[in-house]
């Protein structure tokens, strides 16, 4: 593992009790950083905690809910240095016509309204003190509009359009905002996929394998550190080659 200098640094990362959370957190803590777990499943991150050891903080915050996101921040202490925002839902694998309504909605206000919730809340502090990281996980489904995923598409694509505007609203300022970009990275989330869409992805990919947390995980580690100082706005690759653009 390579070191990556997050000595001092403290970050708040959504959806951090499993999954890509899980493993960014790991990575933050290997390379110096405080961090702090948001989950909406308070014992998930109960197990979180245990498994990351002394020094991990965790707030139980449901992203999707505005006022839920208000209360996490004044519940987090201490300064935050970087924000990550990795809470998400699939929704299900069902043509356009057929999508439930409700699943829509749960869809985009997860990945969508709660990412926007935490960045509208945590920009102010991160101004207050001219510094700051954020990065979001889009998906490449974001670029390339995955069939029987209309919902989970066009959330990601929404967030890295989010991405490309707070990044110039915030470029004249000490904070840096960007965005990665996984194929499918295999974590509990496959347990809301059907087969066929799990193989429809992996056939798209040019490596002929799914990504790895810890790619991941080393990806935004490293898109919160000083050494990421004239990125904003942008958008990390992470498809094994699926999307090159």
């Given at each position: 593992?390579?070191?990556?200098?997050?000595?001092?640094?403290?970050?708040?990362?959504?959806?951090?009790?499993?999954?890509?959370?899980?493993?960014?957190?790991?990575?933050m803590?290997a390379?110096?950083?405080?961090?702090?777990l948001?989950?909406?499943?308070?014992?998930?991150?109960?197990?979180a905690?245990?498994?990351?050891g002394?020094?991990?903080?965790?707030?139980?915050?449901?992203?999707?809910?505005h006022?839920?996101?208000v209360?996490?921040?004044?519940?987090?202490?201490?300064?935050?240095?970087?924000?990550?925002?990795?809470?998400?839902?699939?929704?299900?694998?069902?043509?356009?016509?057929?999508?439930?309504?409700?699943?829509?909605?749960?869809?985009?206000?997860?990945?969508?309204?709660?990412?926007?919730?935490c960045?509208?809340?945590?920009?102010?502090?991160?101004?207050?003190?001219?510094?700051?990281?954020?990065?979001?996980?889009?998906?490449?489904?974001?670029?390339?509009?995955?069939?029987?995923?209309?919902?989970?598409?066009?959330s990601?694509?929404?967030?890295?359009?989010?991405?490309?505007?707070?990044?110039?609203?915030?470029?004249?300022?000490?904070?840096?905002?960007?965005?990665v970009?996984?194929?499918?990275?295999?974590t509990?989330?496959?347990?809301?996929?059907?087969?066929?869409?799990?193989?429809?992805?992996?056939?798209k990919?040019?490596?002929?394998?799914?990504?790895?947390?810890?790619e991941?995980a080393?990806?935004?580690?490293?898109?919160?550190?000083?050494?990421?100082s004239?990125?904003?706005?942008?958008?990390?690759?992470?498809?094994?080659?699926?999307?090159?653009?």
């Amino acid at each position: 593992m390579n070191q990556l200098d997050l000595n001092g640094r403290h970050a708040v990362i959504t959806g951090g009790a499993a999954g890509l959370g899980l493993a960014i957190a790991q990575r933050m803590l290997a390379s110096g950083a405080r961090v702090t777990l948001w989950d909406r499943d308070p014992q998930a991150l109960a197990c979180a905690a245990g498994q990351l050891g002394a020094g991990v903080r965790t707030v139980a915050v449901d992203v999707s809910e505005h006022a839920s996101v208000v209360q996490a921040v004044a519940q987090t202490e201490g300064a935050i240095d970087a924000l990550v925002n990795s809470a998400g839902v699939t929704g299900p694998n069902t043509r356009l016509w057929d999508y439930p309504p409700e699943a829509w909605r749960q869809v985009l206000d997860v990945n969508l309204n709660g990412l926007f919730y935490c960045c509208r809340e945590i920009v102010p502090r991160m101004r207050e003190r001219n510094w700051g990281r954020i990065v979001n996980i889009a998906s490449v489904a974001g670029k390339d509009g995955n069939p029987n995923a209309s919902a989970y598409s066009a959330s990601k694509a929404a967030v890295i359009a989010l991405t490309k505007s707070l990044g110039k609203e915030l470029a004249d300022t000490g904070i840096r905002v960007n965005c990665v970009t996984p194929a499918a990275v295999k974590t509990a989330i496959f347990d809301q996929m059907t087969p066929e869409h799990i193989q429809f992805m992996l056939s798209k990919i040019p490596m002929g394998r799914f990504g790895l947390p810890e790619e991941v995980a080393a990806m935004v580690g490293w898109l919160c550190t000083e050494d990421c100082s004239f990125s904003t706005g942008a958008v990390f690759d992470l498809s094994g080659g699926r999307s090159s653009y």
